[in-house]
């Protein structure tokens, strides 16, 4: 069965043509062929673009800024089930087609969402959308990063992805190098394939493959957002190693964080810089999902029943006990008496 994309779809443009509006007057040209083009993350007229699309967004969660932080942080809400890969694959085809953006890092959670993004990214008939369909001239390369065992005695070459995502040239204009990576590989270890500097040669004078990769000014969108708080080692691994010019986060749900002190202290949605937000009412209201229907059924012997979860195992069983609300009034007499 071929599954057929669909062009233009007013729910999946949007965020993508929001995405590639915010950079008209902010993006310069790189210093060096290996490294993407340069944002200006201090220009008015970024943080207007901002402000301009969050004018139609509740004000809880409107808000513009950088916390201090040396790159540019943007969040798109959609809700599950409304296309979120397809739409950050094609903002990477449409910011290299805008500014020419050339080095992205597509972060995910688990291997399971790996599998499915690489697939999603390497599937031939979506290949032909984008190009054919959406008339992208660039063309993605997509490296895995996977683990590896050194064998005793061998050469501990750098890995070949890594060469070839860090040394593509701006000179390439219609190649588009994306690294794939799950969080597990986000982390300083002695044998991190990212991390170690122990290898045999050098990508542009950098033994470390993260230095080399830090070096293109990479943009990252990072999949899942509640599943990288900034406060886990993840999180501060990519601001501190990876150094991106530009984090994305694509999600239908964001990590928590409390602001004020004492009795004034909230707990509320880590937003910063949201420029759209397809929430599941609004995705409900447009058809894009399913509504759930649950119904009461009433017990039999028309007493009030409480079921107690005794074990589960996700998406094979679970195991209920069953009680009325009679019965665990008489055990609690028994026991006190």
Known sequence: MELILKKNLQHQTEPIEKLGSIFINGVYKPRKSIENPIIDINTPYLHQAIKNFQAELPSSLQGTGQNNKSYLNIDIKMETGTGKTYVYTKSIYELNKLYGF???IIVVPSLAIKAGTENFIKNQNNINHFKN??????????QTIEGSKRKKGAKNYMPGGIREFVT????QKNTIEVL??????????????LVRD????????????????????????????HRFNRDNVTFKFIEEQIKPQ????????FPEKFIGKGKNRVEVKDYQNLIHDLNIH???????????????VESPNQKEEIFKILALKKGEYVKFQKTTLNEKIS?????RS
């Open 246 to 253: 530009m984090i994305v986060r694509f999600g239908a749900t």
């Open 133 to 142: 369909v959406c008339q992208y001239n660039g063309e993605i390369k997509l």
């Open 198 to 225: 122990d290898y045999d040669s050098h990508i542009e004078g950098f033994y470390k493959p993260i230095d080399a990769i830090a070096a293109t000014r990479p943009i990252v969108i990072i999949d899942e957002p």
């Open 282 to 296: 609004k995705s409900f209201e447009q058809n894009l999902i399913k509504g759930v229907a649950k119904e009461h």
């Open 102 to 104: 050339k080095k992205f």
């Open 180 to 193: 794939l990576v799950n969080m597990q590989h986000l982390r300083e270890s002695k044998t991190g394939i």
């Open 331 to 335: 055990r609690l007499k028994l026991l």
């Open 168 to 171: 593509s040239s701006s000179a």
